[in-house]
C-alpha cells in the first residue's frame, strides 16, 4: 500500500491523475443517486426514475475504471520498455567506470 | 569592363533586392502587427461594452426620478436621489443596512473559514502523493456542480429540526460547501505551478514544515489566496436561493432585501429604489476589488503557464 510522501520537486504528475478525477465525479454523483434511490424505494415513492439514472452513472464508472485499468497497463508496458532500451545500452555510452576501455563489460 | 563590372553590378542587384525584400518583411510585419493591435482593441471594447453596460443602465436608472421609470434615454435624465433616500429608509420596510451588515459578516466568515480549510487541502493536493488524490478531487469537483436547488428542501427540514432557521450559521455552512470546491481548485492549480526548491531550501536551512509553509508558501502564495478570498467572498454574497428560504427579517442578505424591496408609491414595482439598492450593494464588492487589484491580476495571472 501506497503511504503519504513529499513529492518532489521535480516530479511529474500522474498521467491517470485527469482520469482519477473524472472517475471521483462521477462516483459522486453515482453515490448520490444510489441514496436518492433507496430513499425512493424505502419511502414507497416511485424509484424508477431514479434507477435507471443510477443504472447509467454506474455504467459510466464502468467504463472509466476499464479504461484506467488499460492505461494503467499501458504505461507500465511503456515503462518496461524503457528501462529494457536503458539496460541495453553499451556501457561506454552511459559512461563506464573504466573510462570507456571496455574492461568492466557485463 | 563589362567583365570586371558584371559581379561588383552583381553583388549591388543582390544588395538592393535584399533591402527591397528586407523591408517589405518589415512593412508586412509593422502592418500585420497594427492590424492584430486593432483586433485586439475592437475585442476588448466588445468585452468592456458588455459588461459594463448592465451596470451603466444600473445607474441610470437609480438616478431617474420614478415616473420615468421606462424611460430609454441612454444618458442620465429626470435626475433626483429620490431613489437612495428610498432605499436606505427603513420607513418603508426595508431594511438594507441590516442587511448589508449580514452579508458583510456572512461573507466574511465564509471567506475565511473556506481559505483555513482550503489552503490546507490544496497544498496537500498539490504537494503530496497519497492513493485516491485525483478521485478525492474528483469528488470535489462533483461536489461543486452539485445544484444547489437540490439541498433546500433537505436543509430547510434539517435546520428547522435544530431551530437554525433565521441564524447565520444555517446561511455560513451552506455559503462554505458551495464556495470551498472553489477555494480548493483554484488554490490547487495555483501551489502546482509553486518552485517547491524554495520550501526545500528552507528545509535544508533548518525550518520546520510548519515554519517553511507560513514563512515561504504562504507569502508567495499571497496574490492566489487574495483572488480566492475575493471569489468566495462574491459567491457568498451574492448567494439568493438559499438565504431566501432559511432567513428571517432580521438575518435577510441584501440579495433577498432586495428582491422584497417596497417602494414609495403603493402597488407599483419600485424598480429605480431596485437599481439604487442594486448600486449600493454594488459598492462594496468594488472597493474590495480595487483595494486588492494588483494582488488579484497576479493571481489570476498565475498558475497559467508552466516553467
Redo the contacts between chains.
Sequence with gaps: ?????????G?QR?P??????????????AF?FLVITVVAEVTGQDALGWALTLLAFVVLLALLVAGRRRMTRTLAVRRTDAARAADDLPLDMLGSPDGGRGAVRR | MSAIAGPAAATAEGRALRLERTGTANKVGKRRRRNQSIRTAISAIVIVVWCVAPFYWMIVTSFRDVGFTFDTTPWFTHFTWDNYVTALSTNLGNHLGRALLNSLIIGAVTTVICLLFGIFAAYALA?????????????????S??PGVALLTPLFQLFTSWGWIGTYQALILPDISFALPLTVYTLTSFFREM???LE?AARIDGCTPAQAFRKIILPLAAPAVFTTAILAFIASWNEYLIASQLTTDATQTVTVAIAGFTGSQPHQEPYTAVMAAGVVVTIPLVILVLIFQRRIVAGLTAGGVKG
Design positions: 500500500m501506497r503511504g503519504i510522501r513529499v513529492m518532489g520537486s516530479a500522474d491517470r491523475e485527469t482520469l482519477d478525477v473524472v472517475i471521483g465525479a462521477v462516483a459522486f454523483f448520490a | 504537494r503530496l502523493d497519497f492513493r485516491f488524490k485525483g478521485i478525492v478531487m474528483g469528488v470535489i469537483l462533483g461536489a456542480m452539485f518552485p517547491w526548491d526545500e
